[in-house]
C-alpha cells in the first residue's frame, strides 16, 4: 500500500471518517464536528475544497487512524 496521504476535500475527508466509526455530532460555520466513542478529542474537520497535508495528518493522529487505513476508506 502507498504511504501517501491522498489530500482530499473537507467534505470527502468527513465521509472517511465516518466510515471509520466516527459520528457528526454538530457543525459550527465551515467546520464539521465528529465525535467516537471512547476518544478523548473531537475532530474539527474544516470545509475546504482541499485540505492540507498538516491538518490531515493531526487529524489522523488525533483519530489514530495510519495513513493506510484513511486511504483505503
Known sequence: MSRHLKLCSGFDAVK???RAGWTIAR????HVMLVK???RYT???PQHKELGVGILKKLLKQAELSVEEFNAF
Do not use: E, P
Open 37 to 39: 466513542i471512547g476518544y
Open 27 to 30: 457543525q459550527s460555520g465551515s
Open 43 to 45: 475532530l474539527s474537520v
Open 16 to 18: 472517511k471518517f465516518k
